[in-house]
């Protein structure tokens, strides 16, 4: 079985000042690692994702996220954040188990973040 | 081109009627995702189809659930004799092959009174 956990629910911060929101897993097999964003009354997209390589992954709209084996985590982080980044954060995992595997997705709860001026 | 369609995109129903949510995939996407995200939760998954196979029902609460997808294309999420705890938003979601990246639809938010 796997699980993922965000560790804040709700992330306040001033604008152009960084950000982290943190994400940890649990999973028996290998897996891929994904973070979505959801604006109010849409649907969610995809910031980034992280299949193999590079640990460090660089996604839309300035955000970087770095896997972290070993202490199965996979935090996203944004050096200086805009208004436009408020909205809820979803950190997911699929199960990377070769041939026989597909895409369904485990979501933890969310992060709400709020940019205040 | 169109992304993922939903429809409608709220409904309200009185306890115990019968729901049809429909979702429309990207065209020519083979595998399809319904998620289900109650309030101030994350999405939870509740079925899978690669084209008109339905591969994956294992999320489905319970049997008042049934979805199909019978064309490869458009899929159906029913919920019969609704209850409240069947409120929530209900997520599509499709891809171009079986582990390709998901493409999310706005979502139906069902109300049940």
């Known amino acids: 079985a796997q699980s993922v956990t965000q560790l804040d629910s709700q992330v306040p911060v001033f604008e152009e000042a960084p950000v982290e929101l943190r994400c940890n897993y649990s999973s028996s097999v290998s897996v891929y690692l994904f973070w979505y964003v959801q604006y109010p009354n849409q649907g969610l997209q995809l910031l980034l994702k992280y299949l193999s390589g590079s640990t460090l992954v660089k996604g839309i709209n300035g955000f970087e996220a770095e896997f972290n084996k070993s202490q199965t985590s996979f935090h996203l982080r944004k050096p200086s954040v805009h208004i436009s980044d408020t909205a809820e954060y979803f950190c997911a995992l699929s199960p990377n188990a070769g041939g026989t595997s597909y895409g369904k997705l485990t979501f933890g709860q969310g992060t709400i973040l709020t940019v205040h001026p | 081109g169109a992304g993922v369609s939903q429809s409608p995109r709220y409904k309200v129903a009185k306890r115990g009627q019968d729901v049809a949510l429909r979702c429309d995939p990207i065209s020519g996407h083979v595998s399809l995702f319904w998620y289900q995200q109650a309030l101030g939760q994350g999405p939870e998954f509740l079925t899978y189809f690669q084209n008109e196979a339905q591969l994956d029902k294992s999320g489905l609460p319970s049997d008042r659930f049934f979805a199909e997808r019978p064309e490869g294309s458009v899929s159906t999420l029913k919920i019969q004799r609704t209850q409240q705890e069947d409120s929530a938003v209900y997520l599509c979601?499709?891809?171009?092959?079986?582990?390709?990246?998901?493409?999310f639809g706005p979502g139906t938010r069902l109300t049940v009174t």
């Open positions: 979601a499709s891809s171009r092959d079986r582990a390709g990246e998901q493409y």
